[in-house]
C-alpha cells in the first residue's frame, strides 16, 4: 500500500445540492498523500460533481474541504496549480498534434521553454510515441490517447492528479496497461484519485469509497470491504450496497 498518512485531502460533510435535488450528501473522508484513492460508483452517484469541487472548478453548498493545504472556497486558483485533471469525455485536443498538446498543456503550467523540450523527448520515448509525435490527435489510436492524456495531465509533476472515469471504452490490455502507469505515478508521491464504475478496478487502488445515490455508503481497502460484505469481488460488495438503499 502507497501513501505517507499525511492527509492530502480532507473533507467534512461537502453537501453540494442543484435547487432541491442533492447531488452530494454529507461526504466526509480523507486521502493520504502518495495514496491511490478509488472514488466508485455507477453512473449518475454524484462522483463527477464533487470531483469537480475539489478540483476548485465548483463550489459547495456546505461543508469543510481542504486540497493540498488550500481550503475550496478561498483557495480555488492555488488549488488548480497544484492538480492534474484528466477527463475521459475531453483531455486533448483532437485538432491539434501529439508534440503541440504536450507544449500547449506544459504552458499552461507555467514550466519554463528549456524544461518542455527536455521532458517531451522523455515522455514520448516512455511511451513510445515518438514516431508519431507530428500525428493528429484524432488520427490516433484511443489507447495511445488516454496514456497520453494521463502523462500530459501529471507533466507538471503535481501533488495530486484527479482522473475522471479515465479508462472508459478501452481495451482490458490499455486498462491494465494504464494502471501500471497510475502505479508508478503514486510510487513517484503523486496522490491518485479516481473515479470510475468499472468495480474490478477498485482492486488497484490502496483504499476506495462506495458511492450510491450521492452519498458515501463504505469507504476501506479492497481487501477488507470484500471481507465485511462476505464477497468475492468488488462487484459483489457493490451490488449488495446498493440493494441496500
Not at 121 to 127: A, I
Request: hydrophobic share 40%.
Amino acid at each position: 500500500m502507497t501513501g505517507s498518512g499525511e492527509d492530502i485531502i480532507a473533507v467534512r460533510d461537502l453537501v453540494k445540492k442543484f435547487g432541491s435535488f442533492v447531488a452530494n450528501d454529507r461526504l466526509t473522508f480523507r486521502v493520504h498523500r502518495g495514496e491511490i484513492f478509488g472514488f466508485l460508483g455507477a453512473n449518475g452517484a454524484g462522483k463527477t460533481t464533487a470531483i469537480k469541487i475539489l478540483c476548485g472548478l465548483s463550489y459547495p453548498t456546505s461543508g469543510e474541504i481542504r486540497v493540498a493545504g488550500h481550503d475550496v472556497y478561498t483557495g480555488r486558483e492555488k488549488i488548480k496549480r497544484r492538480i492534474g485533471y484528466m477527463s475521459q469525455k475531453f483531455s486533448l485536443y483532437e485538432d491539434l498534434t501529439v508534440s503541440e498538446n504536450i507544449r500547449l498543456y506544459a504552458g499552461i503550467y507555467g514550466l519554463k521553454r528549456n524544461y518542455i523540450q527536455e521532458r517531451e523527448t522523455q515522455l514520448l520515448e516512455s511511451l513510445g510515441l515518438r514516431h508519431i509525435k507530428n500525428e493528429y490527435i484524432r488520427k490516433i489510436p484511443l489507447g495511445w490517447k488516454q496514456k497520453l492524456a494521463f502523462s500530459v495531465a501529471i507533466f507538471h509533476r503535481p501533488a495530486i492528479v484527479f482522473l475522471d472515469e479515465p479508462t472508459g471504452g478501452v481495451d482490458p490490455i490499455t486498462r491494465r496497461q494504464f494502471w501500471e502507469m497510475i502505479h508508478e505515478a503514486a510510487r513517484d508521491g503523486i496522490t491518485v484519485f479516481v473515479t470510475t464504475h468499472y468495480m474490478d478496478e477498485a482492486e488497484y487502488c490502496d483504499r476506495v469509497s462506495i458511492m450510491v445515490e450521492g452519498r458515501i455508503e463504505a469507504l476501506d481497502t479492497p481487501v477488507l470491504l470484500k471481507k465485511q460484505y462476505h464477497s468475492a469481488n468488488m462487484n459483489e460488495v457493490f451490488i449488495k450496497l446498493a440493494r441496500k438503499r
